[in-house]
């Protein structure tokens, strides 16, 4: 058996490195680095600017966070933004312009902020209790995310893509007559892909961590990635094999990618909070995910006897799917 | 007008094409019924307070500020505090007045709210001094769900790309090109039919999918229409020319995914990261898809100027687009 195993796997390896799936995750492989390392490390927020129109000088100190403009109508036009603040002291009576930003809270925040700026009076510095600076938690985040992305979505995809050449080329008809165990040929299958997976994770994660934090990270976040590859690879097995053709089977991977990846993104990422989102399965699967790329242990030893069952409940529908078709295939 | 007949028989027959058509039209349902009032939280300051520890009076004046959410326990705080999703400032008391905490990787808005919160708290009562005005904006704040809207509307327009070239490949892959060659059809007629195909399709799923989305004022309609159409002619022709290039369906998936990535990322990012003005800004524009994503970007914020410059860059790109396909179809002829 580990000789026909063996085999396959060679088989597999060949196939895969064939098809053109290799140079499109080498090619999402530079363009996630690249992202990370020049766009998404760099992403900030600044603080309400506040902009001072002072025609009589009666403001002597002008703290960082102002700037001065010479006309009203500059005045105006820099608060345009929805996000700028206006401090107008031509009249005796100080007037704080600004344009609405659809949230009352934020509006009162920005007014007394402008006040702030203008006393002169901000200080403080409040405690640090997190252990992670700003970019790299938002290297963190973000590899977690493309990684997600990656292995659900074109993981999936590429495995579905050697298997239809596969029955193109009448590979599962032959191997209706030949002695190979049904188990070994989706194993065979796995292995390659759950091993390309862990590649993919490996230099994604050290490329965009760097090699300190992400060796720190890699050992939790491989156990995950290994998860979500087999359950996705699985996945992408049993729709393969169902489905007649590669061109319904993109369109499934359209509706995967879009409804089932984007609400978790959304979910993860923003902290808006949807009670339903419990009870979607590939929630758990990226919060245990993105856990694991912060280093917090919150996964219970209940995900993993779930993550389990799911993987041979899928393994078995697999099997019982190749039989079939196999069958079918005479 | 026969043919036509025989190329939409064609389609129908195909279940994946008419669900290809159907997709954006549930993705725009999905996102108009995205309450706005979720989304908008996530722009608004939140505050994490315990219980029983702020006055009843502090704490309005938080809820004045933010968002506030009490916790029970300390531990709970500290993790609400340091969760990476979140941007929450932790606000204790201390005396008469308040302490702040963070987790150290906010934004810069944050880090400074949250540095001097405590003193803004001191000065509170000095508010009446000043007169204050807001303007109102007609459109509320929903950025966000403005943006996820025109994305699938790009995306709606891009379909009619991924259908021609789905369709013409196969085509190729059946044999029927080769039919097509004896018979009395002219290369031009070919043309015309396909584009005519991904061009329907597309215009029809982009006007539902902005119907259901968007609120239209009477003098955007005319803007909206011309533009929809012109995109989605372009991309009937991008979907030739990967049905073109391309030899098998696989293939043909890697050329649209990439063609996708190409045409739906640069937009997005220019819109958000670059200053319109600038010389890279005005770059993008090299991408016909940018222009009619900045001018649908402009309608959905509410904008009354009428996008006169990206509907003239999308017709130079149509124009330019087509003459190179003819140009190159004419060359592997000879």
Known sequence: MWKKLSHLLKKDFRLMLSSKFVILALASLVLYSCYINFVYVNLDQEIYPVYLYDPQAKQTALSDYMTRVDTRDALESACADRYSVGIDLASDQPEFYMLASGIDTMDHYRTIWAKAVLNGNIKGQAEMIGTNSRSMKNRREITAEFLFFELSAVGFLGLASMLFKEKQMGVIRVHGILPVNKAVFILSKLLVFLLSDLVFTVFLTALNLGLRHGIAVLPAVLIQAGILSLIMALTGFFFAIRLPDFKQFSLLYLVIAIFVTTPVFLAGQTGVSWDWIVYHPMYHLFAALKAAYFSVSTVKTSYYVTCLGMVILLFLIAHQTLTREMSREG | ?334
């Not at chain 2, 722009?43 to 933010?66: H, M, P, R, V």
Request: include cysteine; proline fraction near 3%.
């Open chain 2, 1 to 334: 007008m026969k043919r036509l007949k025989y190329q939409l028989k064609n389609i129908r027959r195909d279940k994946m094409c008419v669900l290809t058509f159907l997709l954006p039209i549930i993705v725009g349902i999905a996102v108009s019924l995205l309450s706005g009032v979720s989304l908008q939280t996530m722009s608004e300051t939140s505050f994490g307070i315990l219980k029983n520890d702020l006055s009843s009076e502090t704490a309005a004046w938080l809820k004045s500020n933010g968002c506030v959410t009490e916790y029970e326990t300390i531990a709970d705080l500290h993790q609400a505090v340091n969760n990476p999703s979140t941007q929450m400032i932790g606000v204790l008391r201390a005396g008469r007045g308040i302490r702040s905490f963070r987790s150290g990787d906010e934004l810069e808005v944050n880090r400074v709210i949250a540095d001097t919160l405590p003193w803004l708290y001191e000065s509170r009562g000095e508010e009446h001094m000043y007169k204050n005005t807001v303007v109102p904006v007609s459109s509320g704040n929903d950025g966000l769900k403005s943006l996820l809207i025109v994305i699938t509307l790009v995306t709606a327009m891009f379909m009619g790309c991924t259908f021609n070239a789905m369709n013409i490949i196969t085509e190729k892959e059946d044999g029927v090109t080769f039919i097509n060659r004896i018979l009395p059809m002219t290369a031009r007629s070919y043309l015309i039919q396909k584009i005519l195909l991904g061009f329907i399709g597309g215009i029809l799923s982009t006007i539902l999918t902005a119907l259901i989305c968007m609120k239209l004022t009477l003098s955007q309609v005319v803007p909206l229409i011309l533009i929809i159409i012109l995109s989605a002619f372009i991309s009937a022709l991008a979907g030739l020319y990967i049905g073109h290039f391309s030899e098998g369906l696989m293939i043909g998936i890697v050329y649209i995914k990439i063609i996708m990535i190409l045409f739906l990322a640069p937009p997005i990012f220019f819109y958000l990261m670059v200053p319109g003005h600038s010389v890279l800004f005005q770059f993008s524009y090299l991408l016909p898809s940018s222009a009619a994503f900045y001018g649908l970007m402009n309608m959905a914020n509410g904008s009354a100027i009428v996008p006169g410059k990206d509907i003239v860059i999308l017709a130079a790109h149509c124009i330019v687009w087509l003459l190179l396909y003819l140009f190159l179809f004419r060359r592997q002829k000879e």
